[in-house]
C-alpha cells in the first residue's frame, strides 16, 4: 500500500477507536502533517473503498474499518505500546500473590485484565473446565451493543464459553500471540469481534484460558502489551492461558 493511503488508514482507524464515529476527510486532512487538500483525501478513501479497507455505513457518512483494514493495521501499521509503571505493578502484585494457586490465579489475572482494557474477561483452566468472566458491564457501555442483537450475542458467546475451551486451546501458540478480527473468530457466533489469543502452562502442566472481548475498534496494541506483559511474568515456569476476544 502507498504510503499516503497507509497514513489515511492508520489516522481513520486511530479516530473510530476513540469516537466509533464514522470519520471524514476533512477531521483526516486536520491531522496530516503536511497540507493535502481534501479532494485529495477523497480520491484516497475512495481507492481504499474500493480495495476493502474502509466502508460507508450510510449516505454522506465518513468512513469506517473493515475487517481488511483492521487486519493491517494489526500487521502493518500498529506500532507496540509499553505498558506504563503502574499497570506493571498492579499485574505484578496480583500475579505472585496467587502464583502457588492456579484456579484463583487466572481467575484473578482475568479481572485484572478486564479493568486494565475495560472489556470483557474470560478465564479458565481447561483440564478442569473452570471459565469465569468479568467486565460484561464494561462491554455492553459502548456504542456496538446498544442494538438488542449484539447483546444476544455476547450472551449467547458466554452461554457456551465452556465448550469453546477446547477449541480456543487449540488455537493457541506459546510462543506467539494470535489476533482473529471478525470473521477469522474460531469462536461460535462472534463475527463482530476480534480476539487476541497466547498460551502457556502452569507448573503442574495444565492448560489455561484469559480473553477480554471488546468492540473490533478496541486497542489492541494496549492489549497486546497486557497479554505480553503477562506473558513474561509468567514465563518462568508458570503456564496461564490468554486470549482476548474483541468485539
Given at each position: 500500500m ?8 492508520g489516522?481513520?482507524i ?11 476527510s ?5 491531522d ?17 473503498e ?16 473493515t475487517?481488511k483494514?483492521y ?11 509499553e ?6 505493578k498492579?499485574?505484578q ?8 494457586q ?10 485484572m ?12 483452566v ?15 457501555k459502548?456504542?456496538?451493543?446498544k442494538?438488542?442483537?449484539?447483546v ?6 458466554l452461554?457456551y ?6 477449541r ?9 500471540i ?8 474460531p ?10 489469543l497466547s ?9 489455561g484460558?484469559?480473553a477480554?472481548v ?7 496494541s494496549k ?13 518462568s515456569g ?8 474483541i468485539?
Amino acid at each position: 500500500m502507498e504510503i499516503r493511503k497507509e497514513l489515511i488508514l492508520g489516522i481513520i482507524i486511530k479516530k473510530y477507536i476513540d469516537t466509533a464515529k464514522p470519520v471524514s476527510s476533512l477531521e483526516i486532512s486536520e491531522d496530516f502533517k503536511v497540507k493535502v487538500s481534501t479532494a485529495t483525501i477523497r480520491n484516497e478513501m475512495k481507492e481504499l473503498e474500493d480495495c476493502g479497507y474502509i466502508f460507508q455505513p450510510y449516505t454522506s457518512a465518513g468512513r469506517v474499518p473493515t475487517d481488511k483494514g483492521y487486519r493491517y493495521f494489526v500487521d502493518i501499521l500498529m506500532r507496540e505500546r509499553e505498558l506504563n509503571s503502574n499497570e506493571q505493578k498492579a499485574l505484578q502484585t496480583e500475579l505472585f500473590k496467587m502464583r502457588a494457586q492456579h484456579n484463583r490465579m487466572a481467575k484473578s489475572m482475568a479481572k485484572m485484565i478486564s479493568l486494565m482494557s475495560n472489556n470483557l474477561a474470560l478465564s479458565g483452566v481447561v483440564d478442569s473446565e473452570s471459565v469465569w468472566d468479568f467486565g460484561m458491564s464494561e462491554l455492553l457501555k459502548n456504542p456496538e451493543f446498544k442494538e438488542a442483537d449484539k447483546v444476544c450475542q455476547v450472551a449467547e458467546l458466554l452461554e457456551y464459553i465452556d465448550e469453546n475451551i477446547e477449541r480456543l486451546s487449540e488455537q493457541a501458540r506459546e510462543n506467539k500471540i494470535e489476533v482473529f478480527i471478525g470473521k477469522e473468530n474460531p469462536l461460535v457466533n462472534a463475527e463482530s469481534c476480534s480476539m487476541i489469543l497466547s498460551g502457556i502452562q502452569f507448573p503442574s502442566g495444565e492448560k489455561g484460558i484469559i480473553a477480554v472481548v471488546g468492540p473490533k475498534r478496541m486497542r489492541y496494541s494496549k492489549n497486546i502489551s497486557l497479554i505480553k506483559y503477562v506473558k513474561k511474568l509468567l514465563g518462568s515456569g508458570f503456564v496461564l492461558f490468554f486470549a482476548i476476544i474483541i468485539f
